[in-house]
């Protein structure tokens, strides 16, 4: 689709769900389902950046996900080590940079740390927009860990009170990203469960019923379309509406 004349947003989110259910829906195993979402985002991501995107998160592996058997997260942990790296080669030659949010620590095994500290350094320098992939990702850990390094530098004098700003204080977060505008959750599902939640604060959403392995690139002219009907107000009003 020609996207000339519409709103393009900077910074998409999407959490990628629905990978279970789409390969039940076939007969497939749910680790079936985890590499076709996953090998999905690599379409997905190159038409989205296509578009003039400049930013996009996305959900891989949130906190709660190492609830589920040892079997699945022993699986999906092998999926990001070989996904990431064939990632990492898309974005260095689409220019994108690659960063991580989330815990890069135990109970992530050290070869997927190693993964993603590789990637990033890889790709620090590209210019061309910004793939941030949320692994053993928490919103409240993101909201606490910044809590934490913000405290310290209080304790240790290098910080003061009056410097903590709701401009500043998004330095700390796991990434320093511009807020998201626009938030895809595939799969139905009509909730965050965790995602971003200090960047989402004036983001629209949209909960499209298909499950992520299917959400391909009409899926996403849908969602733009969405978008641009949308009426951001930021909690102002109207231009016309003024009636008081
Ligand atoms: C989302 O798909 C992917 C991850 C959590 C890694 P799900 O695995 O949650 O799929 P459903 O929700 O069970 O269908
Ligand atoms: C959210 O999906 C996490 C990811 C997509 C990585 P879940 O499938 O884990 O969320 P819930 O459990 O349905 O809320
Ligand atoms: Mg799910």
Known sequence: MDYEGLKIPTHVGIIMDGNGRWAKERGMTRSQGHEAGFENL????KYIYSKG????SIYAFSTENFKRSKEEV?????????????YSNQMKEDNIKVVFSGKKAHPLPDAVIAVMKEIEEDTKDKTGGILNICVNYGGHLEIVEATKKISALVRDGKLSLEDITEESFSHYLFQDLPPIDFLIRTSGEV??????????????????????????????DDAILIY???????????????NH
Not at 42 to 45: A, H, M, P
Not at 53 to 56: E, F
Not at 74 to 86: S, T
Not at 228 to 242: A, C, H, L, P
Request: net charge positive; no cysteine.
């Open 74 to 86: 022993d699986f999906l942990m092998k999926l990001f080590e070989h996904k990431f790296k064939e």
């Open 53 to 56: 995107i400049k930013v996009l």
């Open 191 to 220: 909730r965050i469960s965790n995602f971003m939640l200090y960047q989402l604060s004036y983001a629209e959403m949209y909960f499209p019923s298909i499950y992520f392995p299917a959400f391909d690139e009409a899926s996403f």
């Open 228 to 242: 641009n009907k949308r009426d951001r107000r930021f909690g102002g009003i109207k231009d016309e509406n003024t």
């Open 42 to 45: 690599k379409k997905i991501s």
